[in-house]
T-cell receptor, first 110, second 114 residues
Framework: QKEVEQNSGPLSVPEGAIASLNCTYSDRGSQSFFWYRQYSGKSPELIMFIYSNGDKEDGRFTAQLNKASQYVSLLIRDSQPSDSATYLCAGESSNYKLTFGKGTLLTVNP | EAGVAQSPRYKIIEKRQSVAFWCNPISGHATLYWYQQILGQGPKLLIQFQNNGVVDDSQLPKDRFSAERLKGVDSTLKIQPAKLEDSAVYLC????????????FGEGSRLTVL
């Protein structure tokens, strides 16, 4: 069973802090990883993807991938209350199938 | 550009009844997905279509769930008969092609089975 595990949370950070969201995966054949944000009662929306080892930055968001450790993370700098949502990590297998984790609920307190 | 359209948004039925959900993907998107998201969990893929062919339905409970994609565009997902554990949000998503993890989700159809 190919699994994607996320730190269960909920995670609470003060406004302006760095939020760190973590994810591990079991399928060594996974090629790419995606972070989706899901606001309460809404559908998921893609915020970042990464397929190479190392860091990838996009504005306040940084995705990190370590294939040797089978570990993916998402850092949110200068967290804002509008970042409060559930963050879903998804791994893409060699046949392009996405497997989602359960998500981590992030709350940014003003 | 119009997004993924789904209907109905909400449905309440009793167990053993049937229900159908409809999805219209983004124009030009070849791949269409149906996901089931139970409260507090991540989306679970039920079925994936590439144009009007099924690519993956390994997690679809075929004794009660069925889906079709007419003419490679709209899709319907049917549950008959429904069970209590089918209470969930049914998310339709589409992508340009099958080899991308960039999915565009609809607003979802929330099913409550009593």
């Amino acid at each position: 069973q190919k699994e994607v595990e996320q730190n269960s949370g909920p995670l609470s950070v003060p406004e302006g802090a760095i939020a760190s969201l973590n994810c591990t995966y079991s399928d060594r054949g996974s090629q790419s990883f995606f972070w989706y944000r899901q606001y309460s009662g809404k559908s998921p929306e893609l915020i970042m993807f990464i397929y190479s080892n190392g860091d990838k930055e996009d504005g306040r968001f940084t995705a990190q991938l370590n294939k040797a450790s089978q570990y993916v993370s998402l850092l949110i700098r200068d967290s804002q209350p509008s970042d409060s949502a559930t963050y879903l990590c998804a791994g893409e297998s060699s046949n392009y199938k996405l497997t989602f984790g359960k998500g981590t609920l992030l709350t940014v307190n003003p | 550009e119009a997004g993924v359209a789904q209907s109905p948004r909400y449905k309440i039925i009793e167990k053993r009844q049937s229900v159908a959900f409809w999805c219209n993907p983004i124009s030009g998107h070849a791949t269409l997905y149906w996901y089931q998201q139970i409260l507090g969990q991540g989306p679970k893929l039920l079925i994936q279509f590439q144009n009007n062919g099924v690519v993956d339905d390994s997690q679809l409970p075929k004794d009660r769930f069925s889906a079709e994609r007419l003419k490679g565009v709209d899709s319907t997902l049917k549950i008959q008969p429904a069970k209590l554990e089918d209470s969930a949000v049914y998310l339709c998503a589409s992508s340009l092609d099958h080899n991308t993890g960039e999915l565009f989700f609809g607003e979802g159809s929330r099913l409550t089975v009593l």
